[in-house]
Structures are given as structure tokens and as C-alpha cells.
């Protein structure tokens, strides 16, 4: 009916789902989205058409993808242990430390643990990059990239 390939409809549709989902994901306001489809070079009235179909499909867009997310697994209980090999048969005098964890995670109502161990130096370099992401989602920029996410 159309006079267009198959492959032609399935880029247009792939593209409008794309449009509609990114901004439902970011929740862009009214004259965001028509400034967004502006450029696209549409007639007025497509225009009209496509600003109220994100508007009638924001909310159920979001509800969807957020079904779709994956469920990451949540902290439960942390148990830790300090190893160390103060002497063996060859060497007498020698200090291997080793810190072993035991990760008490809950994933979808179940309970997993993960046993993880490291040596100090390792944990301390891990505990620095932690707080230095921390630090960074305290700056302005992730701020607002939070508040926009939700």
C-alpha cells in the first residue's frame, strides 16, 4: 500500500521507537521534544502528531522500561577476615596478608554470598576508587543527571 520496502518501514519504525523511548526515559518536557523533532525536518501537523503521541505514552514508556531493568543484586551483610602467613617451610620470615570477605547479597527475595579475597593494597586502591565515586556523584553534573533519571 505504501510503495516503500520492507526495510524502509522497519528503520521508520525502529526510529520513532528509539525517539519515544529515549525521551521517555529522560522525561524531556513539551518544547524539548519539539525542538528534538524540529530538526528532523517533519511537516507541522507529524509534528502535532508525534509531540501528542509521546505525551499519551510518556507515562506507560516508563513504566515498561522500568519493568525491563534489570534487577541488580542489594546489600545484605558483609563478614571479613584477616589472614596471615607469618612463616613457611622455605621461607621463615615473610608477611602475606590477605583479607577474605563473605558478600551477603539479597537477589530477587533469595539470599546469595559471595566469597571475594584480596591482599590490602589491593582493597586500600578499591576503597580509594569508591570514594573518589562517591565524591563524584556529590558534583553539580551527576546531580543533575540523577534528578533527570528519575
Not at 519515544?20 to 523533532?37: A, C, R
Not at 519493568?67 to 577476615?81: C, F, I, V
Request: glycine share 4%; net charge neutral.
Amino acid at each position: 500500500k505504501l510503495n516503500v520496502g520492507a526495510d524502509t518501514i522497519q528503520r521508520g519504525v525502529e526510529g520513532l521507537t528509539y525517539l519515544l523511548t529515549e525521551s521517555s526515559k529522560l522525561m524531556i518536557s513539551e518544547i524539548d521534544f519539539q525542538d528534538s523533532i524540529h530538526v528532523l525536518g517533519f511537516s507541522d501537523e507529524l509534528n502535532k502528531l508525534l509531540l501528542q503521541l509521546y505525551l499519551d505514552n510518556r507515562k506507560e514508556i516508563r513504566s515498561i522500561l522500568s519493568e525491563l531493568a534489570p534487577k541488580l543484586p542489594s546489600y545484605h551483610n558483609l563478614e571479613w577476615r584477616l589472614d596471615v602467613q607469618l612463616a613457611s617451610r622455605s621461607l621463615r620470615q615473610q608477611i602475606k596478608p590477605a583479607v577474605t570477605m563473605k558478600l551477603h547479597l539479597n537477589q530477587n527475595e533469595d539470599q546469595i554470598a559471595q566469597v571475594l579475597q584480596t591482599d590490602p593494597s589491593t582493597l586500600l586502591h578499591l576503597i580509594q576508587q569508591l570514594e573518589q565515586a562517591l565524591g563524584e556523584m556529590k558534583t553539580n553534573h551527576c546531580r543533575r543527571i540523577a534528578r533527570n533519571m528519575k
